[in-house]
């Protein structure tokens, strides 16, 4: 076998000898596109569209990685993970798959629905305080999903949800301990 060896890299080195000075440049260039080629998946694969979008926002500090059973590929998937004032959020809830996941258990979760039965997404949240200040806003950019998922601390609120045409919602609600407090809005 060595010998095979030292003869096809003997052979291969001897090919590129022979070629001249444009033909050796355009061997380079080939190697370099298939290297790009290899690289080009891993590229795609990192930079999602939506995270270009929320790095933007200012509100994106990391992302949420869930694992699937059953060895499926992907193995697991990313949610972006957003923060405003210490309060983490991350939208989901797109697609059979993603309703049968486990998530971390956040206090509260908005569940989005326009009619009798369609899930709704690009949903502008704002979040006060009993008292009606401001604690957080939440683009409707962001929120990329039917379902949203607020680590909000114990406490009384206000969420305000906005669809796309304009029409808002309004609901008080009281957050408890480490219960998961599910809220649905409904646009007609």
Do not use: C
């Not at 890299?9 to 061997?27: D, E, I």
């Not at 795609?44 to 990391?62: I, N, R, Y």
């Not at 983490?88 to 206090?107: D, I, N, T, V």
């Amino acid at each position: 076998m060595k010998g095979k060896t030292a003869i096809t890299s003997a052979s291969t080195a001897v090919g590129q000898k022979g070629l001249g000075r444009g033909k050796r440049g355009l061997l380079a260039i080939l190697r370099l596109g298939m290297s790009m080629l290899m690289i080009l998946p891993l590229l795609v694969f990192s930079t999602s569209p939506w995270a270009a979008a929320d790095e933007a926002s200012g509100h994106l500090s990391k992302f949420l990685e869930i694992p699937l059973k059953g060895g499926s590929i992907p193995n697991k998937l990313r949610f972006p993970l957003h923060e405003q004032n210490n309060i983490q959020y991350f939208s989901a809830g797109l697609g059979k798959e993603e309703r049968s996941l486990s998530y971390p258990p956040y206090p509260l979760k908005l569940i989005f629905v326009k009619g009798e039965r369609a899930f709704l997404a690009t949903v502008a949240i704002e979040v006060l305080h009993h008292d009606r200040t401001a604690l957080i806003s939440i683009p409707a950019e962001e929120v990329q999903g039917p379902w949203l998922f607020l680590n909000l601390p114990a406490g009384k609120y206000v969420v305000k949800a906005t669809d796309s045409s304009g029409t808002t919602i309004e609901k008080s609600l009281k957050l408890v301990g480490d219960k998961t407090t599910t809220v649905h809005f409904r646009w007609p």
